[in-house]
């Protein structure tokens, strides 16, 4: 489509990552892409609904597109350099999901223990994200969607989360 003069691609991303039905809006002329939700600078993103494994093929999609200037769902624009943090924690998510489910922990459990393991400190206020994910992330592990069709028996239900993200 064009805006004015400029030409203007709105793309499905391809995969389900924030949402099933994410899209960007790419300037192929300025080198902008604007990611909505799926790029956050100085946070993280809610996968919940969505896919934690699709949100990595949709990081890798994103940089592909060579963008100059990536336009975030929030934070100020950036450039590719963001989606590493982003990376680093996705890939963190997923590996608690999968340790916390090989030894039958709680979902709120496995993100206590590997934040302090990785040194890191949760983001402020998005501890609720790292219970998501970690939930999203165990689904993933028992749908076989994961690391070549490892699977288990837990069906995502039984989470006992409040409305604040505080578990049982």
Known sequence: MWLEDRPVRLEHIGVSAHTDSDVVVWLPDRGVLFT???????????????????????????????????????????????LDPLRRYTRFVLAAAKQGHAAELSPLQPISRTWALAGEVPPRGRSHHCVGHDARGRTQVNAGQMHGGEGGGWDGRGLGLSASGVGR
């Open 36 to 82: 909505g939700d799926l790029v956050f600078n100085g946070g993280t993103p809610m996968l919940v609904s969505g896919s934690v494994t699709g949100y990595l093929q949709a990081l890798e999609r994103i940089e592909a597109f060579g963008a100059q200037v990536l336009v975030p769902g929030h934070g100020e624009p950036c450039d590719a350099r963001v």
